[in-house]
């Protein structure tokens, strides 16, 4: 049967419409690897280039990668990564000392970036949230957020939306494309549900 231009009757009622199932957004969040550093880099690189999330002017290296990631396995802090089915690593989240002095062992601060596309589906809450129990777990304090003023809202709201309050402001610290820049701290008190084991982290004069 052929339908004439402007035809009602070529138009399926709606029980018999295909249904299209909406795309799920699926990922799993683990530990990360070596082998994922590359695609962090990458992550970490858009937004030096692309935005004033972070105060750096220079493209990470993956030599500055390795050297973080070593340290991080050796003071025993959690670095996270998202990773879709593919395999493909979309987004990252780690914890790294506050400061070098002793006494701030048991406070670190956080550092979470998602690969473009991956923002505004929950995927950012999901890594901070894992990344807050993973130092619950190994017995931190005090976890700590250094947020740009400018062009970081989403992340004042998604540390916010996770129990960070606002602990001060500091203005024109940072200068970058062409524009004075100001940093956001934020902080959470963590509640430790297990003892750290020894580290250079707690150990360190």
């Not at 070529?10 to 990360?32: C, G, K, W």
């Not at 959690?78 to 990252?92: E, Q, R």
Request: aromatic residues 8%; charged residues 25%; hydrophobic residues 40%.
């Amino acid at each position: 049967m052929q339908f004439e231009p402007g035809d009602r009757r070529r138009v399926l009622p709606r029980h018999l419409r295909p249904t299209i199932s909406p795309e799920v957004f699926s990922y799993t969040i683990r530990p990360a690897r070596a082998a994922d550093l590359p695609h962090v880099r990458e992550i970490y690189n858009h937004f030096v280039s692309n935005s004033a999330v972070t105060l750096d002017e220079r493209r990470s290296s993956i030599p500055y990668w390795r050297e973080k990631f070593a340290l991080l396995e050796r003071l025993q802090l959690p670095f996270l990564v998202a990773v879709s089915p593919a395999g493909v690593v979309i987004g990252y989240a780690l914890a790294q000392p506050w400061a070098g002095k002793n006494a701030y062992k048991y406070t670190v601060e956080d550092s979470i970036y998602l690969g473009p596309g991956a923002g505004g589906k929950g995927l950012g809450a999901a890594l901070l949230q894992a990344l807050i129990d993973a130092c619950e777990r190994i017995g931190l304090r005090e976890m700590v957020a250094v947020i740009s003023d400018q062009g970081a809202e989403a992340s004042i709201r998604l540390h916010a939306k996770l129990g960070f309050v606002e602990a001060g402001r500091m203005g024109r610290v940072g200068h970058k494309f062409g524009r004075d820049l100001g940093t956001v701290y934020m902080r959470r008190q963590l509640t430790p549900i297990g003892r750290r084991r020894g580290s250079l982290f707690g150990a360190r004069r």
